[in-house]
């Protein structure tokens, strides 16, 4: 029985207002309109981004379906719709590519105009409605994406295929976590062999950074975070120093300098703190360094910095989805992991039924897990 062109009626984790649980509802999925898709989910990942949108940190329209790190099969498609059909597995993209905006035909670009995740954030389609409702309630989009549902509705340019082979619940992380770790080592700063690199917050997207850097060939790698739990796995992913800040009375940049003479060439936040967005700059070699900011930053919030940490030469830089190029880029990921060139199996900790949803959030609020995964 195809269901193409019908509402489908599924189960979605809808977010009814800030600081609330997740309650899982029943949703009709409008089918998707010209140059649309309509996705089946098979896997989703729980990121620090969608906890960000819950705790008000970003701020997003209410209702809400978040969830923007998955895999899925294609549904269904709108008319118009030339480089995907129904059956093809895909990975969403938070960053589309539409291939004709000036950050998708500059080659150093990545951020596509046709994203509603930075600066707008209307929680809608192109068109400017919803295809979610819920209880005669029209719930709003994530990110163009909005993966914690059973059937989503995304954008022709906001989702790519990818090998029909590849494990949903693994190569999930393709689709935001992973890659943006990984290409903020290698494809933003561009770490070269024999560097020194400093990682600040060792999630799964810090974690990620640890690989980009071991992957590039950087001879140290200085592994930070308040939390000594996650050493052990830095360890494994190639952290060849770990430091606790709590550990120290001196300042996390000072005890940088201290141990590499004049600082880091490469250092990422990937918190998403002012406060250690500075630190990683100043912990940065005073003349060539490169701090890339990876920690999306907290609403509303403005850095006070002494100039002089950039007048001497650094160089200060933001990434989104580790600067690839999505359409282009997420298909050769897919391929790199299935011929083993990375893992992705430390990176997740728990993988949950989609029904346990909650229970992932509490789990990265306690500092319990790198990624859960859920299945549906």
Known sequence: MSTAGKVIKCKAAVLWEANKPFSIEDVEVAPPKAHEVRIKILATGICRSDD???????????????????AGV?????????????GDKVIPLFIPQC?????????????????????????????GTT?????????HHFIGTSTFTEYTVVHETAAVKIDSAAPPEKICLIGCGFSTGYGAALQT????????????????????????????????????????????KAKELGATDCINPKDHKEPIH??????????????FEVIGRIETMVAALASCHYNYGVSVIVGVPPAAQNITFDPM???????????????????????????????????????????LPFSKINEGFDLLRAGKSIRSVLTF
């Not at 291939?99 to 068109?127: Q, R, T």
Request: with cysteine; proline share 4%; glycine share 14%.
């Open 99 to 127: 291939g004709e905006c000036s950050a998708c035909l500059n080659s150093k670009g990545n951020m596509c105009i046709k994203n509603d995740s930075i600066g707008s954030a209307a929680g809608l389609m192109a068109d």
């Open 254 to 267: 000072k005890v940088l300098l201290g141990m590499t003479g004049y600082g880091v060439d490469y250092s």
């Open 52 to 70: 960000h949108v819950v705790t008000g940190g970003l701020v997003m329209p209410f209702p809400i379906i978040l969830g923007h790190e998955a």
């Open 309 to 351: 940490l950039l007048f001497s030469g650094r160089t200060w830089k933001g990434s989104v989805f580790g600067g690839w190029k999505s359409k282009d880029s997420v298909p050769k990921l897919v391929a790199d992991y299935m011929k083993k060139k990375f893992v992705l199996d430390p990176l997740i900790t728990h993988t």
């Open 131 to 139: 295809r979610f409702t819920c209880k005669g309630k029209p719930i």
């Open 189 to 232: 700063a561009k770490v070269e062999a024999g560097s020194t690199c400093a990682v600040f917050g060792l999630g799964g997207v810090g974690l990620s950074v640890i690989m980009g850097c071991k992957a590039a060939g950087a001879s140290r790698i200085i592994a930070i975070d308040i939390n000594s739990d996650k050493f052990a």
């Open 74 to 86: 294609v549904e269904s498609v709108g008319e118009g719709v030339t480089s995907l059909k129904p």
